[in-house]
């Protein structure tokens, strides 16, 4: 029989080994607590940028303050979080910004594009891979117009193996990145903040792209090595209150007649600021309302087609004095053959990391189609083309900075590197009415009946 001591003995250390597996068991739920806690944090964290890259934002920017400069501060602000985030880093994206960027054809260019998913832009960005050059995209897809027709144009591109990145000229360490991947021989700028009227709404986004924009994109530029030549898209607006016709570079500019004109404006200065300070080669287009397949939702002849196709009414302007609102409205076609002109004939930069070593080339070009068409026109084109009359209401032109007359002279870039447009407005608005029924699949009476015309003229050249 065992002694009461002995059991006294067994009794603590039964309890001693029963305290410890407590604590042990404490001490293991503790760190898987832990490790539980850290791995849900980081799943979370990896959702939230999944889903942050891949979706659209809970808000609509169109619709929710898009007056307001704060809220469009933030928004901005967040995109270049991300996009430094994610974009800055990955030897897969590093392939696909160097295998998009370089030529195929010998001497070719190694181009970026920014606004390539605009519709200038793609359009470019197309005939520049066509031809055998390097094209990387730069957009921030905003929301200025219906994002789905820019995501349209990217996968258009996407198809031709060219890369757009989603990012903001005003995001810095984006373009640091792109210009240490890819030594760029040419910049073609055309981002910017479009549209006369929209200004009156939303002036501060005209100031953070068209002029901070083009600020942040000149500052990285003139730091690399080597300096790219540029070729970016000025206005026929800056030519403002101007009453000479047709209209010269060499007429007045310092009369704008609205604010995008005045961001425009301030663009060919600080353009001819940065030649001057540090050698970049510059060339400024001013284009004179393009239009064709793939254009921009804002423009007249593309809402007058949508607003005739739905049987709604369209305003047609009239200037203070009751004459015809006209413009020289020049086919894209045409508009890209000048882009790829300026810069087949833009001289080097003469500039490295920021130091000039010599002068450096600086124009400023017309693109437009030098043949003036009243709006009155426009609409009886479209008229026959839909096979719809439209409902016309004649109304005077508002205050808001639209201009009454366009008119280009383009000797200068004829002179210098052959510019010739050569689509008239009947040929170039078929074109488009094809691509716009195709498109939004609307009244396929319409394809068959531009068929038909095709077919016609086809038979008549032949």
Request: charged share 20%.
């Amino acid at each position: 029989m065992a002694s009461p001591l002995d059991t006294s003995k067994s009794t603590k250390s039964e309890r001693y080994s029963y305290y410890l597996r407590r604590v042990n068991n404490t001490k293991l739920l503790a760190a898987s607590s832990k490790l539980l806690f850290r791995a849900t944090l980081l799943a979370a964290l990896i959702l939230i940028f999944y889903f942050t890259l891949n979706y659209p934002p809970l808000f609509d920017a169109s619709k929710n303050d898009h007056n307001n400069p704060h809220t469009h501060h933030r928004i901005l602000h967040s995109t270049n979080f991300i996009s430094s985030a994610f974009y800055g880093s990955g030897a897969a994206w590093e392939k696909q910004v160097r295998h998009s960027a370089t030529p195929r054809r010998p001497n070719g260019f190694s181009v970026l594009v920014t606004g390539a998913a605009g519709f200038v832009g793609s359009h470019c960005s197309l005939a520049l891979k066509k031809r055998g050059d390097g094209v990387l995209g730069l957009d921030n897809f905003n929301s200025y117009y219906d994002p789905s027709l820019k995501r349209a144009r990217q996968s258009l591109l996407t198809k031709h193996q060219i890369f757009i990145v989603e990012a903001d000229l005003n995001d810095t360490p984006i373009l640091l990145k792109l210009f240490d991947i890819v030594p760029f021989t040419h910049v073609l700028h055309l981002a910017a903040q479009a549209g006369v009227r929209y200004a009156m709404q939303n002036p501060q986004s005209y100031v953070a792209s068209n002029i901070a924009g083009f600020v942040n994109l000149l500052e990285v530029a003139k730091s690399a090595d080597p300096q790219p030549a540029i070729v970016w898209a000025s206005s026929s607006s800056v030519y403002g209150l101007n009453t000479e016709n047709p209209f010269s570079e060499e007429h007045r500019t310092d009369r704008p007649a609205s604010l995008y004109a005045a961001t425009k404006k301030a663009g060919e200065e600080i353009a001819h600021t940065y030649n001057h300070i540090y050698g970049l080669s510059l060339t400024g287009l001013r284009f004179f309302t393009v239009y064709g397949p793939w254009g921009r939702p804002d423009m007249a002849y593309f809402f007058f087609t949508k607003d005739i196709l739905q049987g709604k009414g369209i305003n047609i302007y009239k200037t203070q004095d009751g004459k015809e609102v006209a413009r020289d409205f020049t086919y894209i076609d045409d508009v890209v053959k000048g882009c790829l002109g300026a810069l087949d004939t833009a001289e080097k930069s003469t500039g490295s990391r920021g130091k000039k070593r010599g002068p450096a080339q600086l124009r400023v070009y017309n693109l437009g189609n030098t043949s003036p068409v009243g709006v009155g026109k426009l609409v009886g084109i479209l008229e026959g083309l839909l096979n719809v009359k439209a409902k016309k209401h004649a109304i005077t032109m508002p205050r808001n900075g639209d201009v009454p007359f366009t008119h280009a002279n383009v000797s200068l870039a004829h002179r210098d590197f052959g510019y010739k447009p050569s689509t008239d407005l009947g040929t170039g608005l078929r074109k488009f009415v094809k691509w716009y029924v195709g498109y939004y699949g609307v009244h396929p009476g319409i394809k068959k009946e531009i068929k038909n015309v095709e077919h016609s003229e086809a038979e008549a050249s032949a």
